[in-house]
């Protein structure tokens, strides 16, 4: 899928992997360390929804200079942020684009 010559080429396609917040493999989640108590936070972690994060992203296109985006997927969580950038409109000329989810 991914690699010359395949449906995402690194080398003519500029590939953008986002942070998802409160994800346990991103930089914060209900598992990382509440600094006001010592303890992971938990049930305490601020909730975070599709939306919040298809927001962040929309940051990070923006100030990378991004105005089309080709191709979204994503699996999972990832799929559901392509439905969301597609259902919202999302601030982002998509026009042509292609949303794929896989779970």
Same mark, same amino acid.
Not at 27 to 48: M, V
């Given at each position: /899928?991914? &690699?010359?010559?395949? @449906?995402? !080429? $690194?080398?003519?396609?500029? %590939? %953008? +992997?986002? *942070? /998802? %917040? +409160?994800? $346990?493999?991103?930089?914060?989640? $209900?598992?990382?360390? *509440?600094?006001?108590?010592?303890?992971?936070? @938990? @049930? !305490?972690? $601020?909730?975070?929804?599709?939306?919040? /994060?298809? *927001?962040? *992203?929309?940051?990070?296109?923006?100030? @990378?200079?991004?105005?089309?985006? !080709?191709? /979204?997927?994503?699996?999972?969580?990832?799929?559901?942020?392509?439905?969301?950038?597609? %259902?919202? &409109?999302?601030? +982002? !000329?998509?026009?042509?684009?292609?949303?794929?989810?896989?779970?």
């Amino acid at each position: /899928m991914v &690699g010359e010559g395949k @449906l995402i !080429d $690194p080398a003519k396609d500029y %590939v %953008v +992997c986002v *942070n /998802m %917040v +409160c994800s $346990p493999y991103g930089s914060s989640s $209900p598992a990382s360390i *509440n600094p006001e108590t010592g303890k992971p936070y @938990l @049930l !305490d972690f $601020p909730r975070t929804t599709v939306r919040d /994060m298809v *927001n962040a *992203n929309i940051l990070v296109r923006k100030h @990378l200079g991004i105005e089309k985006i !080709d191709i /979204m997927l994503g699996p999972s969580i990832g799929g559901f942020q392509a439905y969301e950038w597609a %259902v919202t &409109g999302a601030g +982002c !000329d998509t026009e042509g684009g292609i949303y794929r989810h896989h779970s």
